[in-house]
């Protein structure tokens, strides 16, 4: 089982490019989750998902979309990034519904000059 | 809404001496706690749950509820301690749906020998 992996692994926009995220899981897990990593601030969640085709905002979703057409997989998208997205994103998972441990992945650094 | 708070950035100790990292949350219902751990170059990873009462690596975490706290303790401190350590909260799962994890700001450790 390779668990939880992301594309690319590193990554460097010009403001007002755009990008997506890949995040792959191996593990059949229903949740999935998008957070973004800064400086003192913790993880602040961005987007999740609760299943296939469902798709819901965290605390921080502005200027991001996601999708997750199918299970293993979830998305995260930056229309036109911007440099106060800089920052490294990591993806979880988790089983189901219940209070179970979150997996989370390498992470992606990407910085936006 | 839900907060969790890790008043130290940085903890310097040296091998062999007790650590105690702070958390603090505050949250209407009934919580679980966790500590996460991520080591230099690795993805973060759960180091302990409030529900399972277990010591791992040494480590233990006690759950107050009248101080709304879990502080992380580990009585002789070792140099692979040395990492980032997050407290988050997973909110009741009946009323807070995806299982999301609010995390605090995190404390990184450094255990000089």
């Known amino acids: 089982n390779a668990g939880v992996t992301q594309t690319p692994k590193f990554r460097v926009l010009k403001t007002g490019q755009s990008m997506t995220l890949l995040c792959a899981q191996d593990m059949n897990h229903e949740y999935m989750y998008w957070y973004r990593q800064d400086p003192g601030m913790g993880l602040r969640l961005i987007h999740y998902?609760?299943?296939?085709?469902?798709?819901a905002k965290g605390e921080v979703p502005d200027g991001y979309n996601v999708s997750r057409l199918k299970k293993q997989n979830f998305l995260l998208g930056l229309e036109s990034a911007a440099p106060s997205q800089t920052s490294v994103y990591f993806c979880a998972s988790n089983p189901r519904q219940g209070r179970y441990e979150q997996y989370f992945g390498p992470g992606t650094r990407l910085t936006v000059t | 809404a839900q907060r969790v708070t890790q008043p130290e950035k940085l903890l310097s100790v040296f091998k062999g001496a007790p650590v105690e990292l702070k958390c603090n949350y505050s949250?209407?219902?009934?919580?679980?706690l966790f500590w996460y751990v991520q080591y230099s170059r690795q993805r973060l990873q759960l180091l302990l749950r409030h529900i399972s009462r277990e010591s791992i690596k040494g480590f233990t975490a006690d759950l107050n509820k009248g101080e709304t706290s879990f502080h992380l303790k580990k009585p002789f401190a070792q140099e692979e301690d040395s990492a980032m350590y997050y407290c988050a909260l997973s909110g009741d799962s009946f009323i807070d749906a995806g299982n999301k994890l609010t995390f605090g700001g995190g404390t990184r450790v450094l255990v000089k020998p």
């Open positions: 949250y209407s219902g009934s919580p679980e």
């Open positions: 998902s609760v299943g296939e085709g469902t798709t």
